[in-house]
């Protein structure tokens, strides 16, 4: 027996010890990672949502600045790209994966986002604008004294520059929140979805956020016709770029997972059963399986709205 506890008491002792040393481990490094899509167009992976970085004649334009602690890393990649200054940031959504990094950019940059997006910035807790904690986390913006906060809003559109230098925002309407913005770069024929295309998956819809599960195939319909001469569209989230073909596909499949659910909903089936049965069609390769959470809370939001 003695010799059984001091093996428990050395294992105990060890596990501390390895306990100790991971904790005093230095955070892994921040790498963000360059996707080179234009001559003065770059797409920033890692650390929370796709970031593009526009060099424009005078500036460089930041669409999307990632989780809390990445501004300073994004901001060093850019200095590697070109010596021209930041001079806007152009934020999606409100989400902490997009917006977090806006207050290490300097104060004196130009926040432009839709005019929810700005609303919903305002109340949002600093880590993901999703989840609330009991209590809610600190306002990253109000925290740093509303630096990195919108400064100037749009409803339905907005055209910031002109010539090369032309940016184009467009709102079509609510679908992963109600203040999704969609960045064009016209001369080069790109286009920055945010996260209401952050790829080929079931979307999350955030309706703490004014996120709609019947409004985004409309909304996605909307954009993919009305939105022209594009080659190329950055997502959300995806590693790799997309077409306005995906686009246009992605709007089909949200429409057919609305009337699946709308279909169950007037069948009597519950939550539970439609969460439990679906499955993604076979038709959409190359699409992410849908999580078990995500797909339930989807199908909760739209019989929500089906009330």
């Known amino acids: ?25 230095p955070p892994a490094p921040k790498v963000v990672e360059v996707e ?17 970085v526009f060099v424009g004649t005078n500036g460089v334009v930041v ?23 930041v001079t806007m940031i152009i934020n999606t959504h409100t989400h902490g994966d997009h917006v977090s990094g806006n207050v290490e950019f300097p104060a004196t940059v130009d926040v432009v986002t839709h005019e929810n997006t700005k609303a919903n910035m305002e109340k949002m807790g600093a880590v993901t604008g999703l989840a609330q904690a009991n209590p809610p986390p600190p306002n990253i913006f109000k925290a740093n004294n509303g630096r990195g906060m919108s400064k100037r809003t749009f409803k339905d559109t907005m055209t910031l520059g002109s010539g090369n230098d032309r940016i184009d925002l467009y709102y079509f309407g609510r679908g992963h929140t109600n203040g999704d913005a969609w960045v064009v770069f016209p001369a080069l024929r790109v286009m920055h979805a945010g996260d209401i295309f952050s790829g080929k998956n079931l979307p999350l819809l955030d309706a703490n956020n004014g996120g709609s599960g019947v409004a985004i195939p409309d909304t996605l319909a909307k954009a993919a016709t009305t939105v022209k001469n594009i080659d190329t569209v950055i997502t959300g989230h995806s590693m790799q770029t997309m077409t306005m073909n995906d686009l246009k596909e992605y709007a089909d499949f949200n429409r057919e997972f609305l009337m699946a659910v709308q279909a169950a909903k007037k069948a009597g089936k519950s939550v539970d059963d ?34």
Do not use: C, H
């Open 36 to 52: 080179k899509l234009r001559d003065n167009l770059f797409e920033l992976k890692g650390g929370g949502g796709n970031t593009a």
């Open 274 to 307: 439609v969460a439990s049965t679906w499955k993604m069609p076979a038709k959409y390769t190359g699409y992410a399986e849908a999580q078990p959470a995500r797909l339930k809370s989807n199908v909760q939001v739209i019989f929500d709205e089906l009330k």
């Open 1 to 25: 027996m003695r010799r059984v506890k001091v093996l428990v008491a050395l294992l105990a002792v060890g596990s501390l010890s390895l306990a100790v040393r991971a904790y005093q481990q």
């Open 63 to 85: 669409v999307d600045t990632k989780n809390p602690g990445w501004g300073q890393p994004i901001l060093d990649k850019i200095k590697e790209l070109t010596s021209k200054p």
